[in-house]
Each structure stands twice: as structure tokens, then as C-alpha cells.
Nanobody, 124 residues
Framework: QVQLAESGGGSVQAGGSLRLTCAAS????????MGWFRQTPGAEREGVAS????????DYADSVKGRFTISRDNIDNMLYLQMNSLKPEDTAMYYC?????????????????WGQGTQVTVSS
């Protein structure tokens, strides 16, 4: 049974950093894509960053480029999101997700499995 478990969220002041971790288990094969999405109340879930596992190519939302870094530990099946220079507008619930097949990196419909989310709150 596939499971994704996020951790590392919390409250931080603007300019601070957090590192989110996603522990993936139960996969019989490596997902094609692993990514992070975020959602605020009343808004659609939006793509933050994604990693194409066959090539290592990464994609980022324009709003986080240069501040966030997605990475993966192949051995321990962990996905990370290093978030630096955090802003109040980064406040959201952050979700880890995997896609079995390729597609547009921030297309939610391509992602098959989702974690429960971890809350990130950035105060000004």
C-alpha cells in the first residue's frame, strides 16, 4: 500500500527557512514524478515544485524560484523541499504527491497519490 507522509512544517517568521520531508513507502516501482503542492483555504491546490525521477529535472512555480529547492534521497525514498527566504504568502498546507506517468509537472490530475499535508505558517 502506497503511503506518503509529510513532516517538517511549522511556524516561522518571514525570511526564515523550513525543510519539508516526505517519506514514501509501498511503491513497487519509482514514480515518474514526485512533487510538492500547496493549498490555502478557498483556493485551488497549486504546484510548488516537481522532480522528474528518470532525468532529475526539476520544475518550480515562478513564485518560489530561487528560494525553494526540491531534492530526493533515492536510497531512503525521501523527498525534500528546502524553503528559504520564506514570505507570508508562502503560508499554506503543503502536500507531497507522486505521478506514475509523465505529464505537465503542475497538473494535479497527473498525480496519483497524495500525503495528508503539513502546515506552513509564515508571519510578517
Amino acid at each position: 500500500q502506497v503511503q506518503l507522509a509529510e513532516s517538517g512544517g511549522g511556524s516561522v517568521q518571514a525570511g526564515g527557512s523550513l525543510r519539508l520531508t516526505c517519506a514514501a513507502s509501498g511503491y513497487s516501482s519509482t514514480p515518474n514524478r514526485m512533487g510538492w503542492f500547496r493549498q490555502t483555504p478557498g483556493a485551488e491546490r497549486e504546484g510548488v515544485a516537481s522532480l522528474h525521477t528518470p532525468t532529475g529535472t526539476t520544475d518550480y512555480a515562478d513564485s518560489v524560484k530561487g528560494r525553494f529547492t526540491i531534492s530526493r534521497d533515492n536510497i531512503d525514498n525521501m523527498l525534500y523541499l528546502q524553503m528559504n527566504s520564506l514570505k507570508p504568502e508562502d503560508t499554506a498546507m503543503y502536500y507531497c504527491a507522486t505521478a506514475a506517468w509523465g505529464g505537465i509537472w503542475n497538473d494535479r490530475s497527473r498525480y496519483n497519490d497524495w500525503g495528508q499535508g503539513t502546515q506552513v505558517t509564515v508571519s510578517s
